[in-house]
Structures are given as structure tokens and as C-alpha cells.
């Protein structure tokens, strides 16, 4: 199962200068809870970030450049390359931009946290709204500065076995 997981502000800002544009403990907590177990593929800058916390997970970066390697991460130069290289079930699209943007028709679910606030950005997350029109999960929470939906979408409401 293939999913994309992405926190973003109502203008759907996910991050500004390589960053995120925030630190919401609710949304890290929630972030690393539900990839826990998986197989985490993220861009070079997304991996850049989060590299501190890469123990016990496995985590495939994604580089343009041939002669890169990832201290902590297996290394690949495609999606379908990072897919081939991942040895669990479950798979987290974990950002950035462009990688959403091409995993999204492949992609099962969308874990989707919305920040009730607008952030400087210069990254957005792509409109997921006609890809992922069915919600089947919803969780409000309000943190000392901001209102969080956790959302989670799938792509239509049929369920075929």
C-alpha cells in the first residue's frame, strides 16, 4: 500500500527555504507515530531535515545526482526505483513538491494534516481534492497556537476485494 503523508497550512504551504515553516509537537508526534513500521521515501531536502531521526526506519531518499549516497538512507534516482528498493508493505510518500505531485495517481491514501493558520511558503502541497475525494477520517485537535484536522483521504468511496 503506497500513501502520502504531508502536513500543510489552508493555502497548502509545506515548507519555505527547505524547511517547515512550523514546529507543531501534535503533528511530529502524529507524523512519526503513523509512518512507524513502514517504508519512508522522501526527496533529498525532505531527507536533509529529517535525517536526525531515521533510526529504526527505513528511509529511501531520492537524488538526481548519480554520485550521491545517504549516510542513513538507501539511495535512489526514481520513484520506481525508491518502490523496488523498499522491503516493508506499507509505504509513506513523505515529500517533497514534485514527489507528491508524481506519486499521487499511484498512491492508496492520503494522510493529510491541515493547519488551521497561513505560513510563508515557497513549497505547496499539489490539490489533492479530485484525486482523493472520499474522506473516511477525521480527527480535530487544538494545540496552544493552532487548530489541526487530521484528515485522511482515499481515492474513492468503492470498495472492490
Not at 6 to 32: H, M, Q, T
Request: hydrophobic share 35%; net charge positive.
Amino acid at each position: 500500500m503506497i500513501n502520502l503523508i504531508a502536513a500543510c497550512d489552508r493555502n497548502r504551504v509545506i515548507g519555505k527555504k527547505g524547511r517547515l515553516p512550523w514546529s507543531i509537537e501534535e503533528d511530529w508526534n502524529y507524523f512519526l507515530k503513523t509512518t512507524a513500521g513502514g517504508t519512508m521515501i522522501m526527496g533529498k531536502i525532505c531527507y536533509q531535515e529529517f535525517e536526525p531521526f531515521t533510526d529504526n526506519r527505513e528511509v529511501i531518499a531520492l537524488t538526481h545526482d548519480k554520485s550521491k549516497k545517504f549516510e542513513k538512507a538507501k539511495t535512489a534516482h526514481s520513484l520506481n526505483h525508491a518502490l523496488s528498493l523498499s522491503t516493508k508493505s506499507t509505504i509513506w510518500i513523505c515529500g517533497g513538491e514534485g514527489l507528491y505531485k508524481e506519486s499521487m495517481p499511484l498512491a492508496d491514501n492520503l494522510y493529510l494534516t491541515l493547519i488551521n493558520h497561513s505560513f510563508d511558503g515557497d513549497v505547496f502541497f499539489p490539490d489533492w481534492k479530485k484525486t482523493f475525494p472520499k474522506l473516511i477520517s477525521k480527527n480535530e485537535v487544538q494545540t496552544d497556537k493552532y487548530s489541526l484536522e487530521f484528515l485522511v483521504f482515499t481515492k474513492s468511496s468503492d470498495i472492490r476485494s
